[in-house]
């Protein structure tokens, strides 16, 4: 059964980076590299919503509020996708999952990320 373990988030203030991980274990990069996969987050209060995605061959789609400053990338070797996110700010506090689309696995435990000053 495929896991997902996310990692990377933290405190930072607004202005600042991050880079989260999420990591698959239970597949190979053999099948991982065929996934499609997003991410989401969840503001306290809020419901999940789909942040950013990469398919299989690498191209990518953003949700209008982090167009610019956020950038998904994927390590099919190590079954890991990243989201590097720059100049964060406040509205982007939250748990940040990753997950497969559009046939989506258990949701990992997700990632805080907390901006604020």
């Known amino acids: 059964q495929v896991q997902l373990v996310e990692s990377g988030g933290g405190l930072v203030q607004p202005g600042g980076s991050l880079r989260l991980s999420c990591a698959a274990s239970?597949?190979?990069?053999?099948?991982?590299?065929?996934?499609?996969m997003g991410w989401y987050r969840q503001a306290p209060g809020k419901q999940r919503e789909w942040v950013a995605t990469?398919?299989?061959?690498?191209?990518?789609n953003y949700h209008d509020s982090v167009k610019g400053r956020f950038t998904i990338s994927r390590g099919d070797a190590q079954s890991t996708v990243y989201l590097q996110m720059n100049t964060l700010k406040f509205e982007d506090t939250g748990t940040y999952y990753c997950?497969?689309?559009?046939?989506?696995?258990?949701w990992g435990q997700g990632t805080q990320v907390s901006v604020s000053s």
């Open positions: 997950n497969r689309i559009p046939f989506a696995l258990a």
């Open positions: 239970g597949t190979s990069g053999s099948s991982f590299r065929f996934y499609d």
């Open positions: 990469i398919n299989s061959r690498g191209n990518t």
